[in-house]
Structures are given as structure tokens and as C-alpha cells.
T-cell receptor, first 115, second 114 residues
Framework: DQQVKQNSPSLSVQEGRISILNCDYT??????FLWYKKYPAEGPTFLIS?????DKNEDGRFTVFLNKSAKHLSLHIVPSQPGDSAVYFC??????????????FGQGTILTVHP | ETGVTQSPTHLIKTRGQQVTLRCSSQ?????VSWYQQALGQGPQFIFQ???????GRGNFPPRFSGLQFPNYSSELNVNALELDDSALYLC?????????????FGSGTRLTVV
């Protein structure tokens, strides 16, 4: 039962353009979502999050959009830079419940930004 | 401020053996979670420890067990290793039980079971 899905295994974009990474979820109890970035041989690094009471959160070049009715979120990176090349994971959790901080991750999307 | 450190970085074990993986939490963090990341998949929650007690568990059998020590460091023990246990094991620490989502992940231990 894949509660969080990232249907695009990979994405390739040109430096300076927009990168859009998508994520779908099925668990209606999720009320908080996070994006992590992972470089090879390193652990995941927290990027940005969004609560279900919002539909958008921005942090510099990174913006996360949440469409609760569609159970869909997306991460926009503008402008994309070669250093953004990494694996991106989205994760959902039930912050207000008894999930004990359990994060449910998607399978990840490999982003490659070409100079 | 030190981050999360895990040891060893790589490990090869034989099916049926037991293994212990170690994690030192980031300074000031009192909660630690363990995740298993199989090749090509996202991390899967194993369990979380808070104040030295297991506080939440994912869909993993009892042969996966853990400990948290008074200094908030932690161990993950896996008994009767199976080939499917081959994965990257990640430790993540945070400041509060389930409410601080600034989880800091270690670089992981790559376990290979042959």
C-alpha cells in the first residue's frame, strides 16, 4: 500500500529553468508534508514543509503547493541550478495524531539540472 | 553543533546472523527514529525512541529491535538476518516527540546480507 507516490522516477531540466516535482498521497489523515533532498552517500536533508491548513509555502527558490482535494503536492524550484541535482523525496505525516513522528516517504525523483 | 553520526558506514553479514547498528543523535535532540531504505525506494519507518522507550513502530517484525541510551544515542538490532534486509539504514534525530519535523538524518549504514 503505497500511501505516498512520486510517479516520475527522474526529471531533467536546463539550468535557469523551472523544476516541478510532483507527489500524490492517499492517506486522508496526513496533515503535514515535507520535502527532502538526498545527495549520494549522504542522509536526506530537510528542504521545505507545508501544513494542510495552507496551500502554498515559499522559501527562497523553493515553493511547495498543496491541493488537498486532489491529494497532490508539488515542489517548484526556480531557477534551477546544477547543485540542485539530487534525489527528492516527499513525505507525509499526521502531525495532529498519534503517528509518533512517523514520516511516510515516496519513492523519490532523481532531478538532474544540466548547465 | 554536531550532526547525526552513524556507524559503521558499510557492513556485510551472512543470512541468519545478527547485526547492531549505532547512531549518535544531534546535540540537544532527545528523539531518534530509524528508517530502512531499500534500493530505489523511499525510506520506510521502522520505529522511534523517546526517553529510552519505543514510541511508535512501523510494519517491521519483532526481530528488528532497538535501544536508546541516557545520552540519547541509539542502537538498531536485527536478528536472523534475511537477504531482503539488505538496505541503507538511516537514523534521524529531533527535539520533540513527533512534533518537531526538523529531523536531522545521518548518512546511514549500508547493510548487505549474503
Amino acid at each position: 500500500d503505497q500511501q505516498v507516490k512520486q510517479n516520475s522516477p527522474s526529471l531533467s531540466v536546463q539550468e535557469g529553468r523551472i523544476s516541478i516535482l510532483n507527489c500524490d498521497y492517499t492517506n486522508s489523515m496526513f496533515d503535514y508534508f515535507l520535502w527532502y533532498k538526498k545527495y549520494p552517500a549522504e542522509g536526506p536533508t530537510f528542504l521545505i514543509s507545508i501544513s494542510s491548513i495552507k496551500d502554498k509555502n515559499e522559501d527562497g527558490r523553493f515553493t511547495v503547493f498543496l491541493n488537498k482535494s486532489a491529494k497532490h503536492l508539488s515542489l517548484h524550484i526556480v531557477p534551477s541550478q546544477p547543485g540542485d541535482s539530487a534525489v527528492y523525496f516527499c513525505a507525509g505525516t499526521n502531525a495532529g495524531g498519534t503517528s509518533y513522528g512517523k514520516l511516510t516517504f515516496g519513492q523519490g525523483t532523481i532531478l538532474t539540472v544540466h548547465p | 553543533e554536531t550532526g547525526v553520526t552513524q556507524s559503521p558506514t558499510h557492513l556485510i553479514k551472512t543470512r541468519g546472523q545478527q547485526v547492531t547498528l549505532r547512531c549518535s543523535s544531534q546535540s540537544g535532540h532527545n528523539t531518534v527514529s530509524w528508517y530502512q531504505q531499500a534500493l530505489g525506494q523511499g525510506p520506510q519507518f521502522i520505529f522511534q525512541y523517546y526517553r529510552e522507550e519505543e514510541n511508535g513502530r512501523g510494519n517491521f517484525p519483532p526481530r528488528f529491535s532497538g535501544l536508546q541510551f541516557p545520552n540519547y544515542s541509539s542502537e538498531l538490532n536485527v536478528n536472523a538476518l534475511e537477504l531482503d534486509d539488505s538496505a541503507l539504514y538511516l537514523c534521524a534525530s529531533s527535539t520533540k516527540q513527533g512534533f518537531d519535523y526538523g529531523y536531522t538524518f545521518g548518512s546511514g549504514t549500508r547493510l548487505t546480507v549474503v
